[in-house]
């Protein structure tokens, strides 16, 4: 089914323009709509129409704390939400993850909802892999100075397999150089309530994590999901490092005036906002 | 199950891992040796993710068929001259050993590595019979001399550092000069071989477990680095192998294939040292081998999985990649699991066997980053299952009260979306003129389970969604 689109939209440049609902992620929405207007101007540039329905989060926090029911009951809204758009895109590859992967499971043996489901999981796509894999996208014009690491979050890398679209991607960013993070595979402990659930233990991975990005010398850190992206930065500044930290949608969309996450303007103003 | 399973203490046991310096210097050793190993034996191999396929596929097949190939398997190891017993529980399982030991008189037992010996707590049950079990894997005579349980399924004294082995050797070893150096790894292995050489050869009774029981032949396969489970099946008079009931495969060649991603995904080797084949007890003319062959079939709460959301956990091989990928195992090591089995696998397995009252903590210890089943030989989908084990957890109501009303509270909210987004932006709000200036939180009511380690990013202020709708002029 996703083939179909894709050439579909590769094939018609002078179609009409494929209508692209934002799942913003509640992350996003709450903590950092830059990422938002990011990812709107990734698509846009993109030729894509950006639709935002009235929306709340993907229900991931219920479904990986048992709640089907409670889960069950968000991904409908959702489902409906979105009906009328040719795509779903989120800025986060474990929100698309489990719109694309996890729904379809969740109403497996419920033969109408599972139909709605899987056609609704087929039109779901993580922001940078829908801009690469779909549309084709091979560049973008933004400039941002200086060695960047990239962190690849797992619910993208394995649940979707986001992982050469972002590198390829950042290589077409003006100044931008990627330097190699160790370990850029490996879970930086967040796990979404697990943060807080065994913080002791989270504590402890994403330590090995910080220390990599540290030793990796770039004064930048990337991610495509906020939540692990909070919890790194979260932990470097509790550090006491003054790596910035920001959702790669950002860079690519050359728009990193906002502070980096956790970063306050003041700080971000002295330090000259690498731009 | 032992005694002295601890899985509901699984966070105090995480906390004292964490405090434990030696056991975070050898837990490094973990993350830089197996991966590596491994990833470099697939690579190796081009063909590794097919092997993976059919390896799920053989499983798949047996797990449908299971009654009729343990009929098949009984029959031959009968044909063979073996005998066959079926132990419904981990005490069956024990008293059957038992019974054997003592018609015989047995007074020394030596056992090749097996994970269903740790599980119906074999050990502690000979000795409170008398009978004394030798552990004749290097790793396993270790923590028998420190009494205390394996921490990994392949490499039992993985927690632990050639110094304390050291230590443990001249403690234990009354003979050994104190000058003797055993610095090394290789002098480490040189003295523990002198020790068991002799008890090899003393024992009445051989114990080993099976990585694949065949339905074809009759045959039990174990694989050994060290070659002690061929001394431990040879050498006594009686070999009792003692497996559980999802170790069986139809045919030989289903067998090798299967073992062809073993030792790949285990420890990176392309097979291992030894892989040896019994079947049945020595026949006239065979140079060696026992006189009697025992197998006991160990159900223990494994047909209760045939069927159901665990089903697929009975593919497992017992390779251990899984631990050997996972951050939180990397973390505290396997001892805090409080179970025999730890890491992924121990997470999914151990509420099927001790009851997910008990063992609850372990399936939600897992930041659901998918490595296990990323590198899962026989692809099992751990993660979903630890899911699977919550949504029990759920349903009974066992889970915490701070987590049910903290969820409960999220979803109401999540659930009407225009509530939410009134309520959200003014949060936002708030929150961004109390930490905005500084642009983070070193510490926040209610979110102390996030600030006690790290700082939170204070929110930029108003939502999306309502910036989109200023912007727009409409939400949609």
Redesign the interface.
Known sequence: MKDLALIDIAQNPGRAPIRVGLF?T?L???????I??AAVKLLEDAGCRV???????C?Q????????A?TK??AR?NIA?FEDCDYVVAPSGSCAGMLAKHYP?LFAGEPELAGKANAFAAKCFELVSFLVDVLKVTKVSARFEGEVAYHDS??GL??LGVFSQPRQLLASVEGLRLVELNGA???C??????????????????A?KTSNILASGAPTLLAGDLGCL??M???L??QGSDVAVRHVAEVLAGMTE??A???????ALSAGAPN | MTGTATASHF?QN??AA?QDAALQKALQHVRANFIDKRAKAVARLPEFDALRDSARDIKDHTLANLDLYLEAYEAKVVAAGGHVHYAMTAKDGVDIVLKLCRERGAKAVTKGKSMIAEEIGLNAALEAAGIDPIETDLGEYIIQLRGEPPSHIIAPAVHLNKEQVAEDFRRAHRDLPGDRDLSQPVQLLTEARGILRDKFLSADIGVTGANFLIAETGTSIIVTNEGNGDLTQILPKVHIVIASLEKIVPTLEDASQLLRVLARSATGQDMSVYTTLSTGPRRPGDPDGPEEYHVILLDNGRSSMLGGDFEDMLRCIRCGACMNHC??Y???GGHAYGSVYPGPMGAVLTPSLIGVKEGGQLP????????C??VCPVRIPLP?MM?H???????RHL?PAA?RY???F??Y??????L??LS?NI??RALHLFG?????F?WLPF?G??T??????????????S??RAK?GR??
């Not at chain 1, 926090?61 to 089907?68: E, K, L």
């Open positions: 913003v509640c996003v929405d709450l903590m950092r709509p830059s938002g207007f639709h935002v329905p009235s929306q709340t989060c229900g926090p219920a479904y990986n704390s048992g709640d089907r409670a009951q968000i809204q939400a499971e797992c619910s394995r649940e595979d490996v879970c402990g967040f796990g979404g309530t697990f943060a807080v659930k065994y913080g002791e233990i989270s504590d402890a991975i994403v090995q909070m919890n930065a979260g932990k500044q509790r906002e502070p996450i956790g970063a306050s303007r003041a700080a | 966070k995480a906390h964490l951050p939180v990397h973390a505290v939600n210890a897992s930041t659901f980053c998918g490595r089943e990323a979903n899911r084990w919550r949504e029990r957890e759920f349903e889970s987590m903290g969820i409960g999220w979803a909210f999540a659930k009407r979306p225009a939410y987004r959200t949060a936002m905005g200036a500084k642009g983070r070193a979110a389970g996030w006690r380690y790290r700082d939170l990013p204070a929110p930029q202020g108003a939502t999306f969604q910036r989109w727009s939400l949609n």
